[in-house]
């Protein structure tokens, strides 16, 4: 398969990158050449080969969601260092 200009253009534009006539050239090349080589991997013989799809052995541990007892927001404003009208007041960041 052989990538044109005008592949990489409507690339350019979908990315919104403005690139100039050599730079199209340019990675119109580089992007044939890393199709092509992966191309090459369609010719290797894996027959008799496991598929691999989880190298590390690790899996999702999954946990039931548990509600638990929160504090109420009388205490939770005790605890804070300043509060106003029943909020936390924090200093200004902007």
Not at 67 to 75: A, D, I, S, T
């Given at each position: 398969?052989?990538?044109?200009?005008?592949?990489?253009?409507?690339?350019?534009?979908?990315?919104?990158?403005?690139?100039?006539?050599?730079?199209?050239?340019?990675?119109?090349?580089?992007?044939?050449?890393?199709?092509?080589?992966?191309?090459?991997?369609?010719?290797?013989?894996?027959?008799?080969?496991?598929?691999?799809?989880?190298?590390?052995?690790?899996?999702?541990?999954?946990?039931?969601?548990?509600?638990?007892?929160?504090?109420?927001?009388?205490?939770?404003?005790?605890?804070?260092?300043?509060?106003?009208?029943?909020?936390v007041k924090?200093?200004?960041?902007?």
């Amino acid at each position: 398969m052989s990538v044109s200009l005008e592949d990489v253009r409507h690339l350019a534009e979908l990315s919104q990158i403005r690139l100039s006539k050599a730079e199209l050239t340019s990675l119109a090349g580089d992007i044939d050449r890393i199709v092509g080589y992966i191309d090459q991997l369609d010719e290797l013989d894996t027959a008799g080969v496991e598929p691999t799809f989880q190298l590390t052995g690790l899996e999702n541990v999954w946990r039931t969601d548990e509600v638990k007892p929160q504090l109420e927001r009388r205490e939770l404003l005790q605890l804070a260092p300043d509060s106003e009208d029943g909020q936390v007041k924090v200093p200004k960041v902007l």
